[in-house]
């Protein structure tokens, strides 16, 4: 009789064996899969954490970009605001000559311009008193000469034309 046990045995051990160095490979390959996906997964985290980091210190850039920006533009729209108000009230000589030339009718020609602190000494000639009239009025409406007064009229004899002096406020 020929023991078939002892071989019985054997192979069952061996593919016990087999078995238990299989199930322990496979463990180990799982666990080493994990333990990688694990490392690429912080790898990823810290790859997206720097990439915040930068594009947040780039937000951080613009917005003081933006903000200075604003600041510029309040500060240009203040000056606008200041030129606007100086234009509106300006009263150099330069604007009040280049308004005379402006309301000064055809047939009225002015031959002295005298300033003597707040008045204008206007003195000049004109053809028809409808040329003074309309200049008198013209210096009411006038932003820079206000209250004209005719202090003189000379009508000169033999000529057509007549001489005037007109006190304005400046």
């Given at each position: 009789m020929?023991?078939?046990?002892?071989?019985y045995?054997?192979?069952?051990?061996?593919?016990?064996?087999?078995?238990?160095?299989?199930?322990?490979?496979?463990?180990?390959?799982?666990?080493i899969a994990?333990?990688?996906?694990d490392?690429?997964?912080?790898?990823?985290?810290?790859?997206?954490?720097?990439?915040?980091?930068?594009?947040?210190?780039?937000?951080?850039?613009i917005?003081?970009?933006?903000?200075?920006?604003?600041?510029?533009?309040?500060?240009?729209?203040?000056?606008?605001?200041?030129?606007?108000?100086?234009?509106?009230?300006?009263?150099?000589?330069?604007?009040?000559l280049?308004e005379?030339?402006?309301i000064?009718?055809?047939?009225?020609?002015?031959?002295?311009?005298?300033?003597?602190?707040?008045?204008i000494?206007?003195?000049?000639?004109?053809?028809?008193?409808?040329?003074?009239?309309?200049?008198i009025?013209?210096?009411?409406?006038?932003?820079?000469?206000?209250?004209?007064?005719l202090?003189?009229?000379?009508?000169?004899?033999?000529?057509?034309?007549?001489?005037?002096?007109?006190?304005?406020?400046?």
């Amino acid at each position: 009789m020929i023991n078939l046990l002892a071989c019985y045995e054997k192979t069952y051990n061996q593919k016990h064996l087999w078995f238990i160095y299989f199930f322990s490979a496979c463990i180990f390959m799982i666990i080493i899969a994990i333990l990688s996906w694990d490392i690429f997964l912080q790898q990823q985290v810290k790859d997206a954490n720097s990439k915040n980091y930068i594009t947040e210190q780039k937000f951080n850039m613009i917005n003081s970009k933006i903000t200075a920006v604003k600041k510029s533009h309040a500060d240009d729209m203040h000056i606008i605001s200041i030129l606007n108000q100086l234009q509106r009230h300006n009263s150099s000589p330069a604007a009040m000559l280049h308004e005379l030339v402006i309301i000064t009718p055809s047939g009225l020609y002015l031959t002295e311009i005298n300033k003597d602190k707040l008045h204008i000494i206007l003195k000049g000639n004109f053809q028809s008193y409808e040329d003074l009239n309309k200049f008198i009025t013209n210096i009411r409406n006038s932003k820079f000469l206000k209250n004209p007064v005719l202090s003189e009229i000379k009508t000169m004899t033999g000529k057509r034309i007549s001489h005037f002096v007109l006190h304005c406020n400046f």
